[in-house]
C-alpha cells in the first residue's frame, strides 16, 4: 500500500511538473475546456465527409460494361460531378442507395450511386477524380481489350444493318426513299437506333414508315426494324449520309432447355453483352435544276394531278347565285408545302371568293403523297356566256426524266337571267287578336243548326253544354293566370348561362355599333358571333345558314347583309335593317335556347 501511494504521488508530481510547463492560460480548467473542444471540433469536421470510388472489374472488352461505385460518407450532400466521364464511357444506367448506422451513440451516414458504363475507346482508360462538392475520389484505371466490335453489315453477324437507295442519282428538291433494316438475332434486345445525318445543312428527312418482320440471312434466324425515310436534297452536290447506329444487348443461350434447367447459371457473362452496329454510308449525287425548265415553280414528282369537281354538268348558273368551284393539285414524291398556289384569271364580270387551302400529306412506304385543295366561291352578277380560262401547272416527270403540263381545260358557263333577291315577305296573318309568334286561330264553319223545339230533353242539354263551355272557359283563364305568374317569377341562372347572356349583350351591341358605322365585314362578324353564342353546340358558318335559324324580320336583316357579298354592284340597302330595331326580336330569339332547341333546329344547318 505504501508504495502504491509513493507511486501516485510520484505520478502526480511528474503531471503537476508537465502542466507547469504549459503556458499560463492552460493552467486554469476553462481555458483547458475550450482548446479541448476546438480540437474536437476540428478532429470531427476532417471527418464530416468521405468519398471513394470503386470498380467492379479492372480489365473487360469493348463489348462489355463495368460498374463504377461512388462511396460517399459523412454529412456531404453535395452531387459528384460526372461530366468528367464523358470524354471515355457512355453512362447506361444509374442507381442509388443510403444507409444511417448507430453504434454506441455515434451516428454514421453513407450514401452510394452505382453507374453502369460502356467505353468508348480501347486500351488502358483512367477515370479522373470524380469532384463531390470540396472532395475528390481517387483516380482509377480499366484495361479495355478489343472486343467484337461494330458490325458492318455482313450477315451471319448477331446484328449488322443494311440501307437502301431509291435512287443514287436526283434532282434538287426530288424525293428519294431511303430503307434502313436492322437484322438482329436470337436473344438481341435492341436499345438505341440512331437515324441518317446528311452532310448538307440544307436537307430534309422525314421517316414515313416503320415495319418489324422475321426472317433468315446465311441460315440464321433474325428479327428486322424496317424503316423508310423521305429524303429531299435543297442544295446540289454530293449528299453524304453518314453510317446509322445501333446499340443494344443480350445475346444468345446456346444449348437445349434441359441444359439451361442444370445449369441456369451457365451464361450469366451474356447480361453484360453488349451489341453495337454501324452501316455504311451511302453517297447520293443532287442534281441542279435542268436549264430548259423554264416555269416559275419546279415541282420533281413521280406524278402530277389536277382534279376539278363542283361545276355543273351543262354549265348553266343563275345570275347572282353563288357557285362553288373545287380544284385539287395531287403530286407523288412532293409534300403539300411544295405545290403552288393555283392561280385562276378570271373574266370580267366574274368575282371569286376563295377559302383557305386545304394541305395535305400522305404517307406510305413508297413516299409521299402531297396535295393542295382549293375552293373558290365564283358569282357572275349579270346574265352572259363567261370562259372560264384553262389551268395550266408544268411539272418534271422524274420517271422519264422530262418536263409534262397538268392541265384542266376551259369551261364555258351560261348564266342565265334572274338575279338574287331579298325573299318576298310572309304574308301578313289576318286577326287582331294575335300576338308576335302566335297563330290566330282559322274560323271555322259549323252546320247550320236546326231550329229548336220545345223538347224539354233539348233544353236540358243546352243547359248541360252551357255549364261545361263555362267551366272550361274558367279552367283555361285560371291555367293562363297561373302561367304568367310562373314566367314573372325570377329564375335561377348559373354562372356559365350569366356569362354567355353577357357576351350575347356585348355582340348585339357590337352588331349595332357595326350597322351605325356601316362596316359590313365587322357586321357580318357579329352576327356570326351572335350565332356562336346562341348555337354554342353547332354554330352556322355563314349567314346564309344562320338566317334559316332565324325568325322572319331577323332572317331578312341577315340575307340582305349576305347579297352585298356576292352582288357586283355596291348595294347599301343591308343598312335600312337598324339592328335597334330589331333589337326584340334578337334577344326574343336568343332566349328560346331552353325549351324550344328541337323545334328551331333545321334538317339542314
Known sequence: MRAARHLSCESSTNAFEIMMQFPLFLRYPLYRFVILTLLLLAGSSSALGEVSARLSRSAISADETVSLTIQIKGENEAKPDLSVLDAQFEILGRSQQQSISVINGNVSRSRGLNLTLLPNTTGT???????????NTAPLRLQVSEGTGESNGVPGSDVFIELELSETSAYLQQEIVLTLRLFMGEGVRGE?????????PDTVIQRISETQYKTQRAGENYQVVERRYAVFAYQSGQLRLDGVRFSGRGGRRGGSIYDLLNSPFSNQKVDRQIYRAVSDAVNIDIKPIPANFNPRHWLPARNLQLVETGLALNNQQIAGKPLTRTIMLLADGLTSAQLPAIDMNLPEGVKQYPDRPEMKDNLSGAGITGSRQNKVTLVAA???????????????????????????????????????????????????????????????????????????????????????????????????????????APAAIDPAEAVRRHSIEQAIETLEGAYHEQDREAARDAWLRWGELRWPEKAPSNLNRLSHRCPKRVAEAILALDLTFYSQDERSDWVKFNPGVLRKKIVLSTNMIRGQQTALTPLNP
Do not use: C, F
Not at 438505341?192 to 448538307?200: A, H, T
Open 382 to 488: 349579270n346574265p352572259g356566256d363567261y370562259e372560264l380560262p384553262a389551268i395550266e401547272i408544268p411539272w418534271w416527270n422524274t420517271e422519264t426524266d422530262r418536263m409534262e403540263t397538268a392541265r384542266l381545260p376551259a369551261r364555258n358557263i351560261e348564266v342565265l337571267g334572274g338575279t338574287a333577291s331579298i325573299p318576298p315577305p310572309l304574308p301578313k296573318r289576318t286577326g287582331s287578336s294575335a300576338t308576335a309568334g302566335e297563330t290566330a286561330p282559322e274560323a271555322v264553319s259549323l252546320p247550320a243548326t236546326p231550329e229548336s223545339t220545345d223538347n224539354p230533353l233539348t233544353h236540358w242539354l243546352i243547359w248541360v253544354l252551357a255549364l261545361g263551355w263555362i267551366t272550361t272557359l274558367v279552367v283555361w283563364r285560371m291555367s293562363r293566370h297561373r302561367s304568367k305568374q310562373q314566367a314573372a
Open 192 to 200: 438505341q437506333l440512331s437515324d441518317p445525318k446528311p452532310n448538307l
Open 125 to 135: 482508360l483512367e477515370i479522373p477524380p470524380i469532384p463531390v462538392g470540396n472532395e
